[in-house]
């Protein structure tokens, strides 16, 4: 950050008054700027035995196989965020939203919270940012292209889950080179 988006004044680290860590702070009005993690929230949206996978069309990590999921909007809860990004990524409309897993990525400022869905019909196609959707089963799961470590831990706690016949809730923390921290990550 170089200048306030108040007064557009130049900006400068440093610690405010009654604050314990750098911040970004105007130096002209004093607005201190606070940045705060982002929210990622998406679905595993599932259909009898299968559930639905997006290949992305964007970066990062383009041509890899994820579930639907992108940054959460002002103004929106997590589950209403997550069934935006499935309608948007897959064109598919998802019900009844369960909270199933939250990943901490501390590294890069960024909390996953991805939920169990119900997809509501079989009428879906890709979005702009997707190049291909697909119901699979768990052995057509393309484990070697899953886009994301946070998807990857999230599918195998759903598959350990479906075969024991209990969904429980999955907690982790993500450390840097893809790392799960050994004490937080299940």
Known sequence: MKFCSDCGAP???KIPAGDNRPR???DACGTIHYQNPKMVVGC???WE???LLCRRAIEP???FWTVPAGFMENGETTA???ARETLEEANARVDNLTLYAVY???HIDQVYM????TLLDLDFHPGDETLETRLVAESEVPWDDIAFITVRNTLRHYYSDRQRGEYRFHMGTIEPMGHAHPRTAD
């Open 104 to 106: 901490n990525i501390p």
């Open 80 to 82: 209403a965020g997550a």
């Open 61 to 63: 990590r383009h041509g």
């Open 24 to 26: 970004w702070v105007c």
């Open 11 to 13: 900006v400068s680290k």
């Open 49 to 51: 035995d299968r559930i």
């Open 114 to 117: 991805l939920f169990r869905a």
């Open 44 to 46: 595993i949206p599932e």
